[in-house]
């Protein structure tokens, strides 16, 4: 399972909860399988063409996704990703 | 009574109310402060704003806050320097140096933060706090300190031990984090979602907080007699400021305060070792890629800026540019700025000087332009920078004959004329 870090923006999709684990072998699939435990996830966090929105940041662990393999960067057990707000900083 | 009729995503248009809130719920976009401009106008006038406070309180009527009695160390209004010495050594016609080392704490980031801290404080937050490069932890442990709240600043571990030091000694809490800029901002976007009574200046208060900057375009229009300038270079970190910059020159217009409908070219400034916005300008696309920065410039080392669209298409709409230059240029502009006009700026403004410079060199900006540079913070801050590139002509004995010596010696290594 990974755990997912939820931020407070997307918490009225989750009832409150900041922390929810899902089960997926890429960073895609988990975000994918969040939409499918809390519907709404994916329309706020995708963009048009199934990419992540400009202004989410989704981290592995310490690194940025888009620093890895974006939503085809493979993901293990134990691993935590988080959904941040971009707009941040400066 | 402030003219805030709320807030707008930049993204996809949906309002919201004028509270603590900085992105927009459904799309993440930035959210930014709107205004009824009417009822701005039917009150502003350049003598309103010429009989108020010698700080950025006196544009109060297009700032998102208004309280009589601001969280305010007396940030902004500070000098706008006609450049003559640096603008002959660059081939340019008029220039001028927007001095913002003389705020309160030693850069334009005053600015924001008595914004900010000033709307924290209505919205009813006790306690400050920021991810900072450096300028923006001083000024909030200041203000904090100002208004009699508790601080928790965040900064990188490296950072330069001056800008430390000028956070510390105000008594609140200053936490090193073992990581890049980017990842001391990722850590408290992601606290602002546990501590939501915190008032963290540049995640939850952004909205209020980046509207601080357009106070830069106010001053330098005022100071030019009311007029707005044809070029400003400003340099770029999460790319607020020149977004904001540009927005402010426009406003002023909008309300009234300028005759002419201005049209000013806004250039961009960064360093080599962190250019995501000057790359995506050159390479003429949308997309800014994060980088890992690795550069002097430390307080515009921000690899993911959170306003680089904007930036990039505030210069492109405006027919400006955007360039980036490196650390050896830094330092140059930084010896450049001191030796012709006696200020002393900290690597960005070094950044600035370098990269107007090289602009101006490309007959970009041209001879025939008003051109303003933005220096936006104090040399002291970053001296380190400049350790092994500057110090004393010589050291020598308390005799006449040393002195005799060491100054013949400086005319032979320098070739300076005698004195």
Same mark, same amino acid.
């Given at each position: 399972?990974?755990?997912?870090?939820?931020?407070?923006?997307?918490?009225?999709?989750?009832?409150?909860?900041?922390?929810?684990?899902?089960?997926?072998?890429?960073?895609?699939?988990?975000?994918?399988?969040?939409?499918?435990?809390?519907?709404?996830?994916?329309?706020?966090?995708?963009?048009?063409?199934?990419?992540?929105?400009?202004?989410?940041?989704?981290?592995?662990?310490?690194?940025?996704?888009?620093?890895?393999?974006?939503?085809?960067?493979?993901?293990?057990?134990?691993?935590?990703?988080?959904?941040?707000?971009?707009?941040?900083?400066? | 009574?402030?003219?805030?009729?709320?807030?707008?995503?930049?993204?996809?248009?949906?309002? $919201?109310?004028?509270?603590?809130? +900085?992105?927009?719920?459904?799309?993440?976009?930035?959210?930014?402060?709107?205004?009824?401009?009417?009822?701005?106008?039917?009150?502003?006038?350049?003598?309103?704003?010429?009989?108020?406070?010698?700080?950025? %309180?006196?544009? &109060?009527?297009?700032?998102?806050?208004?309280?009589?009695?601001?969280?305010?160390?007396?940030?902004?209004?500070?000098?706008?320097?006609?450049?003559?010495?640096?603008? @002959?050594?660059?081939?340019?016609?008029?220039? %001028?140096?927007?001095?913002?080392? &003389?705020?309160?704490?030693?850069?334009?980031?005053?600015?924001?933060?008595?914004?900010?801290?000033?709307?924290?404080?209505?919205?009813? /937050?006790?306690?400050? @706090?920021?991810?900072?490069?450096?300028?923006?932890?001083?000024?909030?442990? &200041?203000?904090?300190?100002?208004?009699?709240?508790?601080?928790?600043?965040?900064?990188? +571990?490296?950072?330069?031990?001056?800008?430390?030091?000028?956070?510390?000694? $105000?008594? =609140?809490?200053?936490?090193?984090?073992?990581?890049?800029?980017?990842?001391?901002?990722?850590?408290?976007?992601?606290?602002?979602?546990?501590?939501?009574? %915190?008032?963290?200046?540049?995640?939850?208060?952004?909205?209020? $907080?980046?509207?601080?900057?357009?106070?830069?375009?106010?001053?330098?229009?005022? #100071?030019?007699?009311?007029?707005?300038?044809? +070029?400003?270079?400003?340099?770029?970190?999460?790319?607020? #400021?020149?977004?904001?910059?540009? !927005?402010?020159? !426009?406003?002023?217009?909008?309300?009234?305060?300028?005759?002419?409908?201005?049209?000013?070219?806004?250039?961009?400034? #960064?360093?080599?070792?962190?250019?995501?916005?000057?790359?995506?300008?050159?390479?003429?696309?949308?997309?800014?890629?994060?980088?890992?920065? +690795? *550069?002097?410039?430390?307080?515009?080392?921000?690899?993911?800026?959170?306003?680089? %669209?904007?930036?990039?298409?505030?210069?492109?709409?405006?027919?400006?540019?955007? &360039?980036?230059?490196?650390?050896?240029?830094?330092?140059?502009?930084?010896?450049?700025?001191?030796?012709?006009?006696?200020? /002393?700026?900290?690597?960005?403004? =070094?950044?600035?000087?370098?990269?107007?410079?090289?602009?101006?060199?490309?007959?970009?900006?041209?001879?025939?332009?008003?051109?303003?540079?933005?220096?936006?913070?104090?040399?002291? !801050?970053?001296?380190?920078?400049? *350790?092994?590139?500057?110090?004393?002509?010589?050291?020598?004995?308390?005799?006449?004959?040393? /002195?005799?010596?060491?100054?013949?010696?400086?005319?032979?290594?320098? #070739?300076?004329?005698?004195?």
């Amino acid at each position: 399972m990974i755990k997912v870090r939820v931020p407070a923006q997307l918490r009225t999709l989750t009832g409150g909860v900041g922390e929810i684990s899902v089960e997926g072998s890429t960073v895609g699939e988990v975000l994918k399988g969040l939409d499918a435990a809390h519907a709404g996830f994916a329309e706020r966090i995708f963009d048009a063409d199934g990419g992540l929105r400009r202004f989410v940041n989704v981290f592995l662990d310490e690194e940025d996704v888009r620093f890895l393999d974006g939503l085809a960067t493979p993901v293990t057990d134990g691993q935590t990703l988080s959904i941040v707000p971009a707009v941040a900083g400066g | 009574m402030d003219f805030v009729s709320g807030l707008r995503c930049r993204e996809c248009g949906r309002t $919201y109310p004028a509270e603590a809130l +900085h992105v927009c719920d459904f799309c993440f976009g930035p959210l930014e402060v709107t205004y009824d401009y009417e009822r701005v106008a039917s009150v502003i006038s350049r003598e309103r704003i010429e009989a108020g406070p010698r700080s950025i %309180w006196r544009y &109060a009527d297009l700032l998102p806050v208004a309280d009589a009695a601001p969280v305010d160390l007396g940030a902004g209004f500070t000098p706008l320097v006609r450049a003559d010495r640096l603008a @002959a050594e660059l081939g340019l016609g008029e220039l %001028w140096i927007k001095d913002d080392t &003389a705020n309160p704490t030693g850069s334009f980031k005053d600015r924001v933060v008595s914004v900010a801290l000033t709307k924290a404080r209505q919205l009813g /937050f006790k306690i400050a @706090a920021c991810a900072s490069t450096g300028n923006l932890a001083n000024s909030v442990a &200041a203000h904090a300190a100002r208004a009699g709240m508790d601080s928790v600043v965040l900064i990188p +571990h490296d950072l330069e031990r001056a800008k430390v030091t000028m956070t510390s000694v $105000y008594g =609140g809490r200053v936490f090193a984090v073992e990581g890049s800029y980017d990842d001391v901002n990722r850590l408290c976007a992601e606290l602002t979602s546990e501590q939501p009574e %915190w008032a963290f200046v540049n995640v939850n208060v952004r909205t209020y $907080y980046a509207e601080g900057s357009k106070t830069l375009a106010f001053e330098v229009a005022e #100071q030019l007699g009311w007029q707005a300038p044809d +070029h400003v270079v400003v340099p770029i970190g999460s790319g607020s #400021q020149l977004t904001k910059v540009a !927005k402010g020159f !426009k406003e002023l217009y909008e309300v009234g305060l300028l005759d002419e409908e201005p049209s000013v070219r806004v250039s961009g400034a #960064q360093a080599e070792g962190c250019s995501p916005v000057a790359t995506a300008f050159a390479e003429g696309t949308d997309a800014i890629r994060p980088v890992k920065p +690795h *550069t002097i410039a430390k307080s515009l080392a921000i690899g993911n800026p959170a306003d680089g %669209w904007y930036a990039l298409d505030a210069i492109r709409k405006s027919g400006g540019a955007c &360039a980036a230059v490196t650390d050896a240029e830094v330092l140059d502009g930084i010896r450049l700025l001191a030796r012709t006009e006696g200020i /002393f700026a900290e690597t960005a403004g =070094g950044v600035t000087i370098a990269t107007l410079a090289k602009l101006t060199a490309q007959g970009v900006i041209r001879s025939d332009e008003r051109v303003v540079a933005m220096i936006t913070g104090h040399g002291l !801050k970053t001296v380190e920078a400049l *350790t092994d590139v500057v110090g004393p002509t010589a050291t020598i004995a308390p005799t006449l004959e040393s /002195f005799a010596e060491a100054m013949a010696a400086d005319a032979v290594s320098t #070739q300076r004329s005698p004195l």
